[in-house]
């Protein structure tokens, strides 16, 4: 039996999130009974736990940060063992919003115009808002720089810009983003396999935290998407380009806006979930992949020096 350690749990925003992925992926090694499974958190006993169990590879199934922005993938490498997903660089470049921006930009994929904004002691609120008038206009995407899930993100116009702007004073720097409308498609790649796309429908404002992890808040997924060839091979082709340009491993997820015929990437998602609501399980039961071969075609590809 393959000895397996998943990582779950953690420090982030989105550690509920994780034991939730956890116990879905656990359920289903299970059923294969090939593989001798332990799960861990990252604290403070972590690589002790980790020596004495000798596992063949980890199982990396955090979300956010110190599990999804190249911390933890860093000690995984000083050890020695090797672990799913994206590797040190690749997870830092991909959580930080401004980073993977410039290189997308850079690299001519479009994205929504925005600026960073750093909260000091004395801001002044007119002058961000003639900012914003000068530069995006109204209505804006406020975020946190180097979270998932759409933790702390609003959709705000010029009403409840203030109200909002003071919500993530906490986080101390976020990017202020060009609000784009438009149909919410998001692509899977799964090594170097474009795995398909999927369209949601929030019934919420947007496709934010509550709208992604509870059944209450129906959103409606759908696929397949009702889009011309033309812009599926489009899309699948831009999240590709994404996936190669930071360097991911395993599988990634980016997230896109679908509007005036354009394709604009929002973000990309190297350590996307596996819950029973989450997207890529999906697209991957739409081209007849089962949830455990999904499992061991990232477990595959686990490695170190990446």
Do not use: W
């Not at 550690?15 to 992925?21: A, H, N, Q």
């Not at 790649?189 to 129906?218: T, W």
């Amino acid at each position: 039996m393959d000895k397996i350690l998943i990582l779950a749990g953690g420090y982030s925003n989105e550690r509920d999130i994780s034991l939730i992925t956890a116990a879905s992926v656990t359920k289903e090694l299970k059923k294969s009974k090939k593989y001798k499974l332990l799960t861990i958190e990252p604290n403070g006993y972590f690589v002790k736990k980790l020596r004495k169990f000798k596992p063949k590879l980890v199982l990396n199934l955090l979300h956010g940060r110190y599990g999804e922005d190249g911390y933890i993938q860093s000690i995984l490498e000083s050890e020695k063992v090797k672990y799913t997903h994206s590797g040190v660089l690749s997870s830092s470049l991909a959580i930080d919003k401004e980073i993977s921006k410039k290189i997308f930009i850079k690299n001519k994929i479009l994205t929504p115009p925005y600026f960073k904004f750093i909260f000091k002691n004395n801001f002044n609120f007119k002058n961000i808002v003639k900012k914003i008038d000068k530069i995006l206009k109204f209505p804006v995407v406020l975020k946190p720089i180097n979270e998932g899930s759409s933790v702390g993100v609003h959709i705000t116009n010029r009403k409840n810009f203030n109200q909002n702007l003071m919500k993530l004073q906490k986080f101390k720097e976020i990017l202020v983003e060009k609000y784009i409308p438009g149909r919410e498609i998001q692509a899977a790649i799964l090594g170097n396999k474009k795995l398909g796309i999927i369209e949601l429908k929030p019934k919420r404002k947007f496709y934010d935290y509550k709208a992604k992890y509870s059944v209450s808040a129906k959103t409606e997924h759908i696929i397949p998407v009702n889009i011309n060839s033309r812009n599926y091979n489009k899309i699948n082709t831009i999240a590709m380009k994404a996936h190669k340009l930071l360097k991911c491993r395993g599988v990634s997820r980016s997230d896109f806006r679908f509007y005036n015929n354009k394709f604009y990437l929002l973000e990309l998602n190297t350590q996307p979930g596996m819950t029973s609501l989450s997207l890529v399980p999906e697209i991957a039961g739409y081209k007849n992949i089962g949830f455990l071969q999904l499992i061991e075609e990232i477990m595959k590809d686990a490695s170190i020096n990446k």
